[in-house]
Each structure stands twice: as C-alpha cells, then as structure tokens.
T-cell receptor
Framework: ETGVTQTPRHLVMGMTNKKSLKCEQH?????MYWYKQSAKKPLELMFVYNFKEQTENNSVPSRFSPECPNSSHLFLHLHTLQPEDSALYLC??????????????FGPGTRLTVT | GQNIDQPTEMTATEGAIVQINCTYQTSGFNGLFWYQQHAGEAPTFLSY??LDGLEEKGRFSSFLSRSKGYSYLLLKELQMKDSASYLC??????????WGAGTKLIIKP
C-alpha cells in the first residue's frame, strides 16, 4: 500500500465522452503530479501542483484539464480524447517540488482505453 | 535536449548478479533515482544518488559518476520476484524528474 490511491483502475471511453480520474494521497505531501505512461516510452510529466498551485504544464493538450482542490486530492478531467491518449495515467505525490531528494510516491494508475 | 538511456530488456538467472546501466544528459543535475515497477503496478522508490560513489541497500546497490553522466543499479542474489521494470530518473536544474524508458528485467530459474 503506497498511500496514494487512484480511481478508477480501468476506464474505457469513447472519443466524445467526458470522464474524470481521481487521485488521493494520505501521506501529508504538498506536491502532486500527473504522468502518462505509454508502452516502452519514458514517463511523461503532464502536470505538477505544489501547495494546490499548478507549477508545471508540459504542453499538454487542452482536452486534459487538471484540478487540485486541496493538497490531498487531484483530478484529471478528460474530454474529446483521441485513441493515442490510451495509456496508463499515474498520479504521484512528494513532500515538495523544490528539493531533489524527495522521492515521489505513485498510485497504481488508471488504465485508459479510448475507442 | 535532455536524454536518459537504459537498455530495453535484460535477462538474468535466479541467484546471479545483474547490472542495469543508465546514462544521462540533462540540463543540470540534482540527483538520480532508481524505481522498480512490477507489471500492472505503481513504480516504487529504490534509491537516490546525488554524490559520486556506491550506495548499498541490502541486495540492491546504486552507483553514480557525475563526470561521466552514468549510473548503474546492481542487483545481487536475484530472486524471481525481482522480475520487473527498472526506471532511471534524473532531477534536473528545475527539480523536474527526467525519466528513462525503463529496463525490463526477466529472471529465469
């Protein structure tokens, strides 16, 4: 048990659907992250929040919309996705973003399939 | 550009030793991480190196040479449960993690 939970674990959606991914961390961390993991590719950082403020948006298409209502919860709202968006979406948290030694704790991920 | 290179796949025998290499080129360096990821599971933290040298933690050791932009993860007394992907990641000048694509390690009896 890593202290970071994600729901749903699996999601199949059509290109016209709207859905949301949820992440919750129980570790008292201040930073939360969304990553995309595709087969045989490096983890792609999508968004970073530190103390509820978005600090990174790595040129992510607007069809992905993050929301961080508090330091424990992070959402990723999805709409009009493309088949190439099918991937494992991982949430992570860390104590802070401004120190190199803070390891990130990952949730189990949401396996997303866009049809 | 920033780049992390590690082998795509390695095979080793139960009880043996395996070394997984990672080379990096990044804008700045604030440490290097190794994570383990079993199939269908979350990545979990293994080690962090910021100074040159070897860090030992049980059966796992991690080495760093900053001048060479090189690290390796050494796994001893391999067990079947060590079959997993091993991810190398470097913290750059903005403390952002740059990830390698991972090395899939297959352990054979």
């Amino acid at each position: 048990e890593t202290g970071v939970t994600q729901t749903p674990r699996h999601l199949v959606m059509g290109m016209t659907n709207k859905k949301s991914l949820k992440c919750e961390q129980h570790l008292g961390h201040n930073a939360m992250y969304w990553y995309k993991q595709s087969a045989k590719k490096p983890l792609e950082l999508m968004f970073v929040y530190n103390f509820k403020e978005q600090t990174e948006n790595n040129s992510v298409p607007s069809r992905f919309s993050p929301e961080c209502p508090n330091s424990s919860h992070l959402f990723l709202h999805l709409h009009t996705l493309q088949p190439e968006d099918s991937a494992l979406y991982l949430c992570a948290s860390s104590q802070d973003t401004q120190a190199s030694s803070y390891e990130q704790y990952f949730g189990p991920g949401t396996r997303l399939t866009v049809t | 550009g920033q780049n992390i290179d590690q082998p795509t796949e390695m095979t080793a025998t139960e009880g043996a030793i395996v070394q997984i290499n990672c080379t990096y080129q990044t804008s700045g360096f604030n440490g290097l991480f190794w994570y383990q990821q079993h199939a269908g599971e979350a990545p979990t933290f293994l080690s962090y190196n910021v100074l040159d040298g070897l860090e030992e933690k049980g059966r796992f050791s991690s080495f760093l040479s900053r001048s060479k932009g090189y690290s390796y993860l050494l796994l001893k007394e391999l067990q079947m449960k060590d079959s997993a992907s091993y991810l190398c990641a470097v913290s750059d000048s903005n403390y952002q993690l740059i990830w390698g694509a991972g090395t899939k390690l297959i352990i054979k009896p």
